[in-house]
């Protein structure tokens, strides 16, 4: 229990020079801070494997580079709006309710078998892990997988001088815990329009969403709902209009970092937002998507092995093969089954809200929807591709992931869902220069007791 | 209309939300439970794991390549490879370049143990 607090409380500092640079808020940086200490500590890894050495020796490095631009940050940021203490109290702590699963025991299939043994070999240094990454015996664990779940656990197990399993335990949940904070705080962001208690209420449900499709995995050291709230918090802006700005551009670089299907989902996002005329800075969404593709590189480089690319049907696929189109019935059904019934059900709210409420939606200064759900649509299709093209048992495949890859499906559905509850429930703005203009000519600002009217036409 | 049509895209909208919220509720009352314990974070399985990892180190030297017997369920075939890059050893499939074949036997009381098999060709 010890050991857990420490290494809880050392990945916090280590991430929170930076964390404070960025935001220039302290309880935002304590919240984002084991992100950023995650991220430096997979850079850390990267390195090591490139250059060799110690992975001690790459922390200290990655430490002190992110002190230099935090220094550097510091001389120029404004603090970061709507995220307040106030704000991350409303949203951290209702949060916490289910993150108390994570005192189980740390007995985890995939964190034991992948991201704990990745691990594992990172803290022996650069010879031990390019041997484990190219060794035929360790195949089972996936070592083209990203480093980024790993890496703090290594650099926590490099730091102690031994294997503790709860400290991975807690470590990794942390690293989660702190993306699904961010995602909570991207929403309330961009319903910075709307009330702060339902902002804030907006928030805090489509962060518990987090557990909507397999809510075992989030705090047993799995990667999977670390890179799904990263990819959606750092999705947010840009999918409602708004330039990427660095934080964001950390959490999508943490999703690419953390699983292969982050970084498909990134890449999706990236492909998607470029066809999106008048958008300044979407450029940068290519950063991560960079990030993720040198990783693979590096990974192929020293032989780690993807079954998708050893075993995978990509022929099959484009010939009609049945023995892989005979796939897509189950898959589609597995998928259902997870993520359908809130997906469906959003886009169909969504649906219905573009129709009639599209303006009181613009007078909370909120796009429209079309982005979003084509990043739904194009992840939904690349799961389905690599279900069918997959060399393994369909049923075995399904049963064991596809809970688990499809929650970025949920969790996008849910913040359409949250942004058209607040828009439905909520009063707009009323201030000069938003869409409804001749509303907000009509209703004096806000008093806090007047009934809600609805004076919006639609 | 337009009232009413708010008054329904909120209750859809909330109804997702809620929906997609059962995981969290199901994952506290689960945590909840656990906390009740006088010794949440450990179980049968952990205690079964740390012994085959303390186990493995003593049986094995450091620096030596292991070959993990293939008969094992994936479960303790897992365990060993991971453990072993965690106790300085490799693994290799290959038993002629092993120093050690590395086993675990479950005993009587239903514990297992792990039995190494020093090898006379491999590496030790």
């Known amino acids: 229990m010890i050991s857990s607090a420490l290494a ?67 001389r120029r940021r404004e603090a970061v709006p709507d995220a307040t203490t106030a704000d991350l109290l409303w949203l951290t702590i209702p949060l916490l309710l289910p993150m108390t699963l994570a005192v189980s025991p ?42 980024l779940p ?43 329009q709307s009330s702060p208690a339902l902002a804030r209420a907006a928030g ?78 979407a450029w940068r969404l290519w950063i991560p998507v960079a990030a993720g593709v040198a990783w693979a590189i590096v990974a192929r480089l020293l032989g780690a092995t993807s079954d998708l690319r050893s075993g995978g049907r990509f022929t099959a696929l484009l010939t009609f093969d049945p023995a892989v189109w005979g796939r897509l019935e189950p898959t589609l059904a597995a998928l259902w089954s997870s993520a359908g ?26 796009p429209g929807e079309g982005w979003l759900w084509g990043v739904v649509a194009a992840y939904a299709g690349c799961l389905i591709v690599t279900y069918l093209i997959s060399p393994h048992d369909i049923t075995w495949h399904l049963a064991t992931s596809s809970s688990r890859v499809s929650l970025p499906l949920v969790l996008l559905a849910c913040v359409s869902a949250a942004t058209w509850v607040v ?31 609805d004076t919006v036409p639609m | 209309m337009t009232v009413f049509a708010r008054i329904v895209i909120a209750l859809a909208g909330l109804a997702v939300l809620l929906v997609s919220a059962g995981g969290a509720v199901d994952a506290a009352t689960a945590g909840w439970e656990l906390l009740q314990r006088p010794h949440p974070s450990t179980n049968t399985v952990f205690r079964q794991m740390e ?39 490799s693994v290799t499939v290959d038993p002629a370049a092993a120093g050690y074949q590395v086993s675990v036997q479950i005993s009587a009381r239903k514990v297992p143990h792990v039995v190494a098999v020093a090898l006379q060709e491999g590496r030790r």
């Not at chain 1, 959606?232 to 299907?261: H, W, Y």
């Open chain 1, 341 to 366: 019934i809130a997906t469906v059900s959003a886009a169909v709210v969504a649906l219905t809200g573009a129709v009639v409420l599209r303006a009181r939606r613009r007078a909370f200064g909120l």
């Open chain 1, 150 to 192: 790993s890496a703090p656990v290594a650099a926590l197990w490099q730091i102690a001088g031994r294997v503790d399993f709860r400290v991975a335990h807690s470590a990794s949940a942390l690293v989660t815990y702190s993306a699904i904070v961010l995602l909570a705080v991207a929403v309330r962001q961009a319903l910075s």
């Open chain 2, 51 to 89: 012994g085959v990892r303390r186990e493995l180190g003593a049986a094995v030297r450091a620096g030596s390549v292991i070959y993990v017997d293939q008969s094992l369920e994936p479960l303790w075939q897992q365990r060993l490879t991971e453990f072993a890059y965690m106790q300085d050893l």
């Open chain 1, 8 to 74: 809880a409380g050392c990945l916090i500092l280590a991430g929170l020079p930076l964390s404070y640079a960025l935001t220039r808020r302290l309880v935002l940086a304590f919240a984002l801070g084991p992100l950023v200490a995650a991220l430096f500590a997979a850079s850390a890894v990267v390195a090591m494997l490139l250059f060799g050495g110690a992975l001690g020796i790459w922390l200290a490095v990655a430490f002190a580079l992110q002190i230099a631009s935090a220094s550097l940050l510091l």
């Open chain 1, 423 to 453: 828009v439905a429930a909520d009063r707009p703005p009323s201030r000069p220069g938003v869409a409804c203009a001749e509303a907000a000519a009509r209703v004096p600002a806000r008093p806090a007791q007047a009934p809600a009217t």
């Open chain 1, 106 to 147: 740390p007995t985890a299939w995939d964190s034991h078998s992948i991201w704990w043994m990745h691990a594992g070999y990172f803290a022996k240094g650069a010879a031990v892990a390019r041997e484990a990454m190219s060794a035929p015996a360790v195949m089972f664990s996936h070592p083209d997988y990203p480093p």
């Open chain 1, 204 to 281: 805090v449900a489509v962060g518990l969403a987090t557990w909507a499709t397999a809510p075992f995995s989030v705090t047993s050291g799995y990667s999977d709902a670390l890179w799904a709230a990263a990819f959606v918090a750092g999705a947010v802006p840009s999918l409602f209009g708004r330039a990427p700005r660095a934080i964001d551009l950390g959490l999508l670089t943490v999703a690419a970092l953390s699983k292969n299907e982050g970084m498909i989902a990134v890449g999706v996002l990236a492909l998607l937002l470029i066809l999106r005329r008048g958008r300044p800075g």
